[in-house]
């Protein structure tokens, strides 16, 4: 078996030796440099800050949402009811034939 037939399953560039081949030397000086080591530190505080403001933004939808339930909610059913008692008084009054006192005018002054 040649030498050729031996190494006929790696890569360029690689060698089975124990010094490691180009392939390997570039991916390591790569890996090793101060602008790879910058950007995983600014993906790295991005991905920090990202998380902090979606959890904020969470808290803020939360008491957004519990906020309007507990005041505007019942405010919204209030004006509700209030609606159909106004409509329940203007039904009876026509059934009856007399108008409402909402319905009615004011007396002119004498």
């Known amino acids: 078996m040649s030498s050729s037939q031996g190494r006929r399953g790696s890569l360029p560039g690689t060698s089975r030796d124990g010094e490691g081949g180009v392939l390997s030397r ?3 000086s790569i890996s090793q ?25 969470g808290r803020a939808a939360w008491i957004a949402g519990t906020t309007f339930l507990v005041l505007v909610v019942p405010l919204i059913i209030e004006m509700d009811r209030e609606q159909q008692m106004n409509e329940l008084e203007l039904q009876q009054a026509s059934l009856l034939g007399t108008s409402s006192p909402s319905m009615a005018a004011p007396a002119p002054p004498k």
């Open 26 to 28: 570039v991916t390591s």
């Open 33 to 57: 440099s101060p602008v790879v080591y910058r950007g995983k530190r600014a993906a790295s505080e991005a991905a920090t800050v990202t998380k902090k403001l979606l959890w904020s933004t």
